[in-house]
C-alpha cells in the first residue's frame, strides 16, 4: 500500500489514475433498485451486472464468455443457486465465482472449460447501499473501506442520494479536498445565504488521519470580507447587506475547546477527505456527517454517492433527524447546494493548472491518494474474497 | 476463389473482414422504394446513390469528382439518357460507366479527363428488390450469388422485408449459422410457444453444398429438456406446463425418409449457410424457405433482408401463401422472432469467445467464408459488367 | 506577409489551414447580443469569453488558469474594471492584459505569478458587430481588415445577420470564390428564377487588388444555354419557358463602359475575394455591396456573417434600402438564395477534386491566400493591441 497505481492513463496533472483507484469498495445502487431484474453498472470503466439470489447480491462482468451478449439481459432461473443465465444460449454462471456451471443447451455432460468464466466482484448489501469491489486482488473486508460513520450502523443511520456527473472522478473529489470553494461559488447556497461569506482561510493544513486512510483538513485565521486595490471590497454591498444571521450549520466551524464534536466524541476534524475517493463534512455537535463518495464510473462520468449521516441519539432525535433531511437538506443541500457543484465540475477542462494557496488540501490529496493507493497484493496474503449480504 | 480476402480489418476472432464481403451481389432496397429522386444507400462502407432512368436502374458512388457534393442530391435531367447530374455545378455522370458525359456550367466543348468519373456499381431489379455488386473485379452475373428460390421467380415467388441492426454483420450472420440458440432464445416466440422446447442438438454437422457456395446445416440426436445437477430441469416447470402442442412448422425437423422436401424435390437440407453472408431455412413440405440475407452497412451497422420464399402451386395456393404471411408470419416470424434476434445482437460486445459444441455452424461457417470468399479476378477475365434490368 | 501558415493541419486539397488563417479580425456575435452576462464563443477552434464593461468590449481565453473553469460562466462584480471574476474561486483577470490582478479567496496580498493569466484577444465593436483579433502576434488595427465598404461607417449603412454550416470554412470560402455555381444550382432561386439562366463563363480571371489584399473576379463571354450531344439542350425547355425577364439585380453584369459602379466610383470589379476569408459581391449601381465573411469556428463549423451594405444617399435613400432589405433581401437572398448553399456545402465531403474551368476563382483564391496570408510578426515590430469600441 505504498506505491500509486501503474500503467493506468493518469489525469491531466493530478498524478491520479484517470478511470479510478482500483482495489477498493465503492458504493453503486441503493439496494432497493435491485429487485428482481439483473441491473447492468459501469465501474471505473468496466461493465458489470448486479443482481441478487436467495437473499445475496452478485456482481459478474457483463459480457458472457461464450459469445459475448450481455448477462445483463439474462435471467436468475434457478431460484437460490446463485446462478444467473445468459439470454443466448443458456450458459449459466455462478455469481460466487464466475465460473460456467452448465450449458443450457448442450445438457448437463458437457464439458466446460475453465475459460469458461466471468469476472466475478465481491458484491455486499450495507446501510441500504449495494457495495462492489474492483480490483485486481482478493477483496478486503468492506468495513476496512467504509468510514466508521457508515460501517457502524447501530450507532448512525443513514439517507442516501446519488446523481450522476459529466466529468472525470478527480474534478469531483478536487471539488471536495477542502479547496475553498464554497466561501465564492456557494455564497448564494440557501445554506449560506444570510450568513457572513464562509471564511477563506488564510493558512490550510492537511493532516494525515491517524489511521493512515486520508487527510484531516484545518483552516486556520480564515478571514470573511478584504478590500481589494483596483477592485474594491469583496463581497460588494449588493452581496452582503442582507448577510444578517450568525454563522450556524454548514457554516460554523468547529470549536476545538467547546464543540461537543470535540469534547464530547473526540472528533478531530471537521473535513476529511479518505481513500479512495471520499470526503466527509462533519458539524461542530458532532451528531452528523455528510459522506460524499465520488465513485469513477469512466474517465468522462462520476457518480457522487451522498451519505447524509445521523447519530442515533433515541426515537425522538430519529424522527427530527429524518425530518431535518425531508424538509431542509435533501433541498438545500443534496439538491440546490450540489447543482452548484454539479455546474462548475462539468464546465471544468483538462489542461494546465496555476495551484494556489486555497488549493492547499487538493494537492496534499493528490499526493496522499498517489502515494497510498491500495495496489494489489499476492492473493494468497490475503483471506479470500467475500460475498456476504449484511443486514440493512 | 480460393483465398480469403486480403487487407481488410478483420471482425474480433470471426477471421472474416468487417466491413463486408467484396465482390458479391447485395440486395439493398425494394425497387418500390425507388421513385423519381435518387436514393443514397451504404453498402460495404461505401456510399452509393442509386436511381432510376428509362426503366433501368444505377448506382454511382455518391461523391461528384468535381468537389465532392452528394449525387444523390442531384436530378436526372435528360430523361432515357441514364445520366445523373451534380447538384452543384451540373457535371452529369453515365450510370453505365461513371463517366463525366458533360460539364452543364462550361459549354459541350469544355474538355473531359479521364479522371473525371466516379464508380460505378453493377445494379439490377430482380424478384422486387435493387441489387448491386460491390467489389474490385467486374461484375459476375447476378444470378450466380442468388439462391435457385430467389433467382427462379417462375417457381418461386417471393415477400420480401427488412430491418437495420446495430452491429457487425458477422455478429448477425453466427446468429444465422444453425448455432442452437433457437431453443433457448426463441423459446418464448409465437412460432414454438406452446411446443416443446426446440431439440438442442448432441451432434452438429455442417457438410458443404455440391455448388461450393456454402454449407448444409444438420443436427442429430437432439434434447428438449435434461436435469442440470445442482439447478435443476431445463425448461424448469413454470417454462413447460403450456408446451402442449407437437412439433410443427419451424419447430418440426426435416424427415429424411418421409418430408416431401427430400422425397418429392430432392432438398437436402432444412438449413443452410451460403456465400457472402445468406441462410436459408426450409419446411419438411418443401414450398417455404426464408432466406434472410446479412448486408453490411458498415462496421457497426447491418441490413437484415428477409425473403418469403413460396413455391408457385397455382392461383389459390398462391391466396394460401399470401395470407399465411400477413397473417401470421409477418407478425410472429418476420417481426417478433426477428425482434428477439435484434435485441441479442445489439448487446453483444466484441471480444474473445470460448466456442462449444452450439457452435459447430457457427465455426464452420466461418472457416468455409474465409477460405472460400471470392477475391477479384483480373477482369479481362470476365465478361463485362451487367447492368440490366430484369423483370420483376 | 508572404508565406503560408506553418504547422497547420491543411484541409483536403485546398493548402489552406482546417482549423482558419490566423491573424486576421473576425466578426462575431452581433453587438446587440452581448448584455450584461458574458458570452462564450469559439473561433479558429479556441474557445473565447466575451463580456462588456464600461463601455468596452474583452474577449479573453474561456478557461480559467487557476482550475480550468469557464470564465464565461462568471459575472463582472466590479463595473467599470474591465475585469471578470471566475465562478469557482473568484479569481479575477483583466479583460485588456489577461492577467490575474485578484484572487478574491486569498486576501489583496495573496501572490499572484506571471502563470495566472489567460490569453487576451483584442476585441472591438464596429458597425454594430463584434470583432476578434485571433492571432500570434500584437493585431493589427482593425480597418486593415475591413474592406471600405464596412469601414467607412459614414459612408456605408450596414445590416448584418449569421448563420452556422456544418462545414469547413474553405468549402464555404470555395463556394463563394467565383465557382461558377450559381448559374446551375441557384437557377431556381428567387432572384434568378425569371431571368435566363445566368451566363456561365467561357472565360474566368482573377486579378491582384491593388491593395494586395485579395482577387478580382472577372467573368467574360458567357454562355446561358447550350445544346450537349446525347443529351439535349441546357436549360432544358421545362425549366426556361417561364424566364421571361431581362437580367436585373443579382442578375445583370456590370458594364464596363456605362454602369455607374465603374464610371461614376471607379469599383473595377464586381466580385472580390479577401483576406481572410471574405466576399463582396456589388451591382452595377455601385450602391450596394454584399459582403460574406467566412468565420471558422472549428474544423467542422463555419459561420458565416453576411453584411447588407448600403450607400448612404440621404434619408429617403435610407429608408428605401432598408425595405429592400427587409421585403426582399433578407427574403430572397439572406434566407432563400443562402439556404441553396447551405444545403449543398453541408453536402460535400472531403476528398480528391477534379478541377475545371469553372474553378479559375477557386483555384486562385485558394493559391493567393497560402502565399499572402499574414503571418505572425514580431510584436515590437508593431503597435500594441487595440481594443477600443466604436461608435458604432
Known amino acids: 500500500m505504498s506505491a500509486p497505481q501503474q500503467d493506468a492513463e493518469l489525469y491531466g496533472e493530478t498524478g491520479l489514475p484517470a478511470s479510478g483507484l482500483r482495489n477498493y469498495w465503492y458504493p453503486v445502487l441503493a439496494a432497493w433498485r435491485l429487485r428482481r431484474r439483473p441491473k447492468a453498472v459501469r465501474l471505473l470503466g468496466e461493465d458489470i451486472v448486479l443482481y441478487r439470489d436467495g437473499g445475496k447480491v452478485y456482481a459478474l462482468a457483463d459480457r458472457c464468455a461464450h459469445r459475448g451478449a450481455k448477462l445483463s439481459y439474462g435471467k436468475c432461473l434457478y431460484a437460490g443457486s446463485g446462478t444467473l443465465s445468459c439470454p443466448y444460449h443458456g450458459w449459466t454462471f455462478s455469481g460466487e465465482t464466475g465460473r460456467c456451471v452448465a450449458k443450457l443447451m448442450e445438457g448437463p455432460q458437457a464439458k466446460i472449460p475453465d475459460a469458461a468464466a466471468v469476472k466475478s466482484y465481491p458484491a455486499r448489501v450495507l446501510a441500504g447501499v449495494v ?7 482478493a477483496a478486503v473486508p468492506l468495513e476496512e473501506d467504509l468510514p466508521e460513520y457508515i460501517a457502524k450502523t447501530a450507532e448512525w443511520s443513514c439517507i442516501s442520494t446519488w446523481r450522476t456527473y459529466r466529468c472525470n472522478w478527480t474534478v469531483m473529489k478536487d471539488n471536495l479536498s477542502h479547496d475553498q470553494h464554497a466561501p465564492f461559488l456557494h455564497r448564494t447556497a440557501p445554506e449560506l445565504l444570510f450568513q457572513p461569506i464562509f471564511p477563506h482561510a488564510s493558512r490550510n493544513l492537511a493532516i494525515p488521519l491517524e489511521d493512515g486512510k486520508g487527510l484531516g483538513h484545518v483552516a486556520e485565521g480564515g478571514i470573511s470580507s478584504a478590500e481589494y486595490p483596483g477592485l474594491g471590497r469583496f463581497p460588494t454591498r449588493r452581496e452582503s447587506w442582507f448577510r444578517i444571521l450568525r454563522p450556524v450549520g454548514r457554516g460554523k466551524e468547529i470549536d476545538r475547546d467547546k464543540s461537543p464534536a470535540v469534547v464530547k466524541y473526540g472528533i478531530k476534524f471537521r473535513q476529511m477527505s479518505r481513500l479512495p475517493s ?3 463534512i462533519g458539524r461542530p455537535s ?11 464510473v469512466d ?15 433515541g426515537p425522538l432525535a430519529a424522527i427530527g433527524d429524518w425530518l431535518t433531511w425531508v424538509l431542509w437538506l435533501s433541498w438545500a443541500h443534496d439538491w440546490l447546494f450540489s447543482e452548484q ?7 471544468i477542462k483538462p489542461g494546465p493548472e496555476v495551484l494556489s494557496r486555497t488549493d492547499v488540501g487538493v494537492v496534499a490529496w493528490r ?7 491500495r495496489r494489489p497484493q499476492p492473493a494468497a496474503s490475503r483471506p479470500p474474497a467475500v460475498n456476504d449480504t449484511a443486514a440493512e
Do not use: H, Q
Open 131 to 137: 457495495w462492489v469491489f474492483v480490483g485486481d486482488m
Open 278 to 280: 471520499l470526503s466527509l
Open 286 to 296: 458532532g451528531d452528523y456527517f455528510v459522506c460524499r463518495w465520488v465513485v469513477p
Open 299 to 313: 474517465a468522462g462520468t462520476t457518480l457522487l454517492y451522498t451519505f447524509n449521516l445521523f447519530r442515533r441519539r
Open 341 to 347: 457543484d454539479k455546474w462548475i465540475v462539468e464546465a
Open 367 to 373: 499526493r496522499f491518494a498517489a502515494a497510498n493507493a
